[in-house]
């Protein structure tokens, strides 16, 4: 069935190389390819997407991202390094983007098909901002979000609070009453399992998984049925914990 849109939905890359647990994570390799160069490879496969776009900061060290894209013909934007808000809003203004899927550079497994999905759903029930991360069902590092022009504007004017500008997005979902939020979930909870990369322990899981199926093409059920087959792979990261948002 044609999923057929008229909207220009831009997914946006966050990336940066001053990472606090493991600096220049999104430029490690696994398998054969940097980090970076996976999510944009697997974010490039969500059909209803327009187009991808990496957004880096104007720090000096983030210049050998800006190259990356430039070499690899990624479109990207630089932009504040604390107020993430604000970088998305100035790189979904230069894009001239209707609706913007908000990806996080540090996961590697991220799914077309599940950005598909949850943009399909932003489509047909028109909220301001849907996610599958408002009910986690799905493993951690397949996190997306899809939110209007609108909402990021009404983020960028009125968010305060220093962690509502570096994670982009709490000051939409935590304002219910200001704006129309969508869950979308999974079939089954999933959530115990952790694709995300933030520690040298992920690096490892994810070359692990690297090792058994071609990342940059393996869908998130084929990766799921390594990990019940190998139950030992999730172990390699299970106990990291994530970090917790600071609520000031």
Known sequence: MPRVHKMNIVAIIQA?????????KVLRVIGTEAMLDLVVKRARRA????????????????DVLASYCK??????FQGSLLDVLDRYYEAAKEFKADA???????CPLIDGGIVDKVVQAFIEGKPDYASNSLTRTYPRG?????????????????????????????YIYENPSLFKLLPV????????????????????FMRAVSEKL????????QVLRLLEQEPALAMINSH?????????
């Open 16 to 24: 940066r190389m001053s990472s606090t647990r493991l600096p220049g």
């Open 47 to 62: 059909s209803l997407v327009t187009q991808v776009v990496v957004a880096t900061t104007t720090e000096a060290e983030d």
């Open 71 to 76: 070499s690899s013909g990624v479109p990207y």
């Open 100 to 106: 913007i899927v908000r990806i996080t550079s540090d």
């Open 142 to 170: 397949l996190d997306t979000e899809v939110f209007t022009w609108h909402a990021l504007e009404k983020a960028w004017l009125e968010a305060r609070k220093s962690y509502q500008r570096e994670h982009v997005t709490p």
């Open 185 to 204: 979930s999974a079939e089954k909870d999933y959530s115990q399992y952790r694709w995300t990369v933030d520690t040298p322990e992920d690096l490892d």
């Open 214 to 221: 071609n990342l940059a093409e393996a869908t998130w059920e």
């Open 240 to 248: 990291i914990e994530q970090k917790k948002l600071v609520a000031e």
